[in-house]
């Protein structure tokens, strides 16, 4: 193949691929279901649209095998003294927007300041107090903006656990629509791990001790359980 077609190749599959570009709802975002990829950078970063930065610990961007929508999400990775945020910008004229994403946790425990997960949009960092384990759950937020800039929203892990971001939205609302002085988030669409399917896979990981005076599932082993249910990949 020569190189000259390349780039139109490119750039019809990135067309092609669903939830690569805003889908005409109004959704100023490129790439908001996280389904364009690309090889690993210097920054690590894994996808074609949006930015981030590694800024400390062990952290890492990953293609999110687990979907919200389309195939993939971003799964935000952090061990010991993570600190990692994603993000995407773009320019806005003076006006009130509406964020809405979705987020699902895993094992996120506490790091520096018991931050755990954080969202920003326009500069204004705000921790969301959310960790633990969850399943897909609504972030929204509304928020004004006084001049002609560029921004967008941005998603941070400031603890060891794995995050995921899918179907984020970023549109133009009008005055009428109140602002949110904090995210708000809604409830879990569904548990990460309901109990029936737990149960089964348990059995998928026998008791290191059988005898009747065996230990509860230890943490850790609960989350191999529900490292089980749906997400194999993004947990190697
Ligand atoms: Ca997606």
């Not at 005898?211 to 194999?232: D, K, N, Q, V, Y």
Request: charged share 25%; hydrophobic share 35%; glycine share 12%.
């Amino acid at each position: 193949m020569r190189d000259s077609k390349m780039p139109l190749l490119l750039a019809a599959a990135v067309a092609l691929t669903p939830g690569a570009r805003g889908r005409g709802d109004g959704n100023l975002l490129d790439d908001p279901s996280f389904e364009v990829s690309k090889s690993k950078d210097q920054f690590g970063l894994v996808f074609a649209r949006w930015g981030g930065w590694k800024y400390k610990g062990d952290c890492d961007f990953r293609v999110g095998e687990v979907a919200r929508t389309g195939k993939h999400s971003c799964l935000l990775y952090g061990g010991i003294g993570a600190k990692i945020r994603v993000t995407q910008n773009v320019e806005l004229s003076p006006g009130r927007y509406r964020v809405t994403a979705y987020l699902r946790g895993l094992d996120i425990g506490k790091g520096t300041y018991n931050f755990t997960t954080e969202f920003m949009f326009d500069g204004k960092y705000q921790q969301l107090n959310k960790n633990g384990t969850f399943g897909w759950t609504k972030l929204s937020c509304v928020a004004e903006i006084k001049e002609k800039k560029q921004a967008g929203p941005s998603f941070g892990l400031m603890a060891p656990g794995y995050f995921w971001i899918d179907d984020v939205s970023l549109e133009r609302v009008g005055d009428e629509v109140a602002l949110t002085e904090a995210p708000v988030l809604g409830n879990e669409e569904a548990p990460i791990a309901p109990p029936r399917t737990q149960r089964r896979t348990a059995g998928l990981f026998p008791r290191a001790h059988p005898s009747s005076s065996a230990p509860a599932a230890s943490p850790a082993a609960t989350g191999m359980i529900l490292a089980a249910e749906t997400s194999r990949a993004d947990l190697s």
